[in-house]
């Protein structure tokens, strides 16, 4: 499918991430269970289309695995083996992790470097689910601004003779009463990171309610010598540049907006290259899609059974806004091998036209904001005591596998 339908004018330079020259400024955000190799090649495949288009000769998109914990990289667990997987033709290489002490974020790092397994790392200081924040890690980590500093600094100085650039992700605090972003975001940049992304929502707000673009904006005006990313409420190409022009931020950062709709990295390549064009598929695309990614997961695990199992949950994601029956959306919840998943396709009227807007708009669970569970006296001091210390190196243990 061609997207571009005229000449057009970039909308944004080519993102430098350190040595990494990324034509479309778009990045797959990492998703826990859902960014693994399988989901990042559907992706991959779809951004190159739209950016080969638009005439890019560099990286289309920066595509980001699913988060894994450095400890359980350090032990070499197989799960964490297996999520760094890569495809041959995947580059940049990209890996995210999850870190709440220096010492094992380094040993992570190295071993991701000196092994030639990444061409870049992402920090995780986003994450707000309680079982992460109840022992001070993600989006609670960067609080505690010299642990946030250490961990920065330890990951940065094993990746640097490697040149391997180093990214950090994080939200804008734990709450409205605790902000950490531009504090965050200058030690960042002053520890060399290669850039900086922004999820303009606070710990608390977890997916609810709307993102703070503004953040995005003091964020941008704060940090200068590095690429600010901008993530959050990118539902389509058209949020994607109207993020752009509100905020001024460098690129975007894309989640829950691509869950069964790997096509919108075809969009956000088009319309980064200037074009309006966008894409519709029918059903019978979308179900080819769905098709191939089922596959692609057999593939990933090397087990028919667990990847079908993998691709229910998406199933919801792809269908979004076609009337297909109650009845058919269970029996394809309940697919357990890629033949009942032809049959059931098949039964479906494949010649339904892309649905419009009830097909868009936001996906994934969005909950309700919450108070974030945290190590007890958490928020009375920025430093960091001796019991949190114990706590902190307790969490990459209860995390670690991936």
Sequence with gaps: MTVLDRPATPVLAPLQIGRHRIDSPVVLAPMAGITNRAFRRLCRQYGTEGAVAGGASGATSLYVSEMITSRALVERTPITMKLIETDPDENPRSIQLYCTDPVNAGRAARILASEGRADHIDLNFGCPVPKVTRKGGGSALPWKTELFRGIVSSVIREAAPYDIPVTVKMRKGIDADHLTFLEAGRIAEGEGAAAVALHARTASQAYSGHADWSAIRDLKQTVTSI?????????????????????GCDGVVVGRGCLGRPWLFTELAAAFAGSDARVDPGLGEVCATLRRHAEYLVEFYDDEVKGCRDIRKHIAWYFKGFPVGSQLRHQLALVDSLASLDDLIASLDLDQPWPGAPAEGPRGRAGSERRVVLPEGWLDTQDLTAQQAAWVAEAEAENSGG
């Excluded at 690429?227 to 905020?247: F, H, Q």
């Design 227 to 247: 690429p600010v990313l901008g993530n959050g409420d990118i539902w389509s190409a058209d949020d994607a540049l109207r993020m752009v022009t509100e905020t």
